[in-house]
C-alpha cells in the first residue's frame, strides 16, 4: 500500500510538474486551449503530427485523471490505481515526445520521415532503458538513411564527454575524430568514406546527446545541412526546463 501511495505522489508530482511548466509555454498555453494545429507560427508540424497532440488529453482532463487516482487509493483499489498511473505515464511521456520531434524537419531533400519505424523504436526503447527519448528513421528512393537518437539524462553521455576531453582515448578509436557541429556543439564523429557510413554523437549539454547516424552518402555534405536544420537551441532549452 505505501508503495503504492508513494508511486502516486512522484507520478502526480511529475505531472504537475510537466504541466506547470507547459502553462508558460507558446505551444500549450492554459488559458486559451491553442494546441499546436492553433498556433503553427510558432513551430511548423505535419498535419499528422496536429492530430496526435489534439487527442492528448487536455490539463483539465490530467488534473481529473489524477483526482480518480486518489479516490482509487482511498478506497483500497490498489491494482486498478496501479494501471491507472502507468496510463497517465504513458499519455504524459507522449506528449513530451510530440513536442520534443517539432526540433527536427518533417522531411528532409529527398529524404522522408517514416513514423512507423519510429513508433516501434522508441517503444523498444523505452521497455530496455536505453536512455533514448525520441528515435526518427529518414529514408530516401535509393534506400539510404538518417536517423536519430535523442539521448536524455543517461549515465552513457559522461562517457561520450570523458572521451572528447581525453584527446589520447579518441585517437585509439578507428575513423573517429572530435568535430563540431554547426560550428558550435562539441561532437564524436565516426566516419568510414568506404562504407558511406557517418555517426555524430552531438553534445549538446551535461544530460542531452543527439545522436546522428547516416547510411548510403557518399560524403558528409548531406550530414552537416540536416544537422543545419535541426533545432539544437529549441531543444536544449525545453529539456531544459523538464530537469
Known sequence: MLFVIFKFMLIRLC??????????????????????????SVVSTTDT???????????????????????????????????????????????????VQTFFPENFDTFTYNSNLESNAFQLS??????????????????????????????????????IKNPRLVKNLDNTAVTKTNNHYRTLEKYIPQENYCERN?????TLIVNVVAN?????????????VIDFEGLESFLSSQQ
Do not use: W
Request: one cysteine or more; glycine letters at 2%; a negative charge.
Open 216 to 228: 548510403g552518402m557518399e560524403d558528409k555534405t548531406v550530414m552537416d545541412a540536416f544537422c543545419s
Open 15 to 40: 505531472v504537475l510538474s510537466f504541466l506547470f511548466l507547459f502553462s508558460y509555454s507558446p505551444l500549450f498555453p492554459i488559458s486559451t486551449g491553442n494546441t499546436l494545429a492553433e498556433n503553427t
Open 49 to 99: 503530427l496536429v492530430e496526435e497532440t489534439q487527442k492528448t488529453p487536455t490539463h483539465s482532463e490530467y488534473f481529473k485523471e489524477l483526482e480518480s487516482i486518489d479516490s482509487l487509493i482511498l478506497n483500497k483499489q490498489f491494482s486498478t490505481a496501479i494501471q491507472a498511473l502507468q496510463t497517465i505515464s504513458e499519455s504524459v511521456l507522449d506528449l513530451q515526445k510530440s513536442i
Open 202 to 206: 552531438i553534445i549538446i549539454n551535461q
Open 126 to 163: 523505452q521497455s530496455e532503458s536505453f536512455g533514448v527519448l525520441l528515435f526518427r528513421h529518414y529514408e530516401n528512393q535509393d534506400r539510404h538513411s538518417i536517423d536519430i537518437n535523442v539521448v536524455f539524462e543517461d549515465p552513457s553521455i559522461v562517457e561520450y564527454i570523458n572521451i
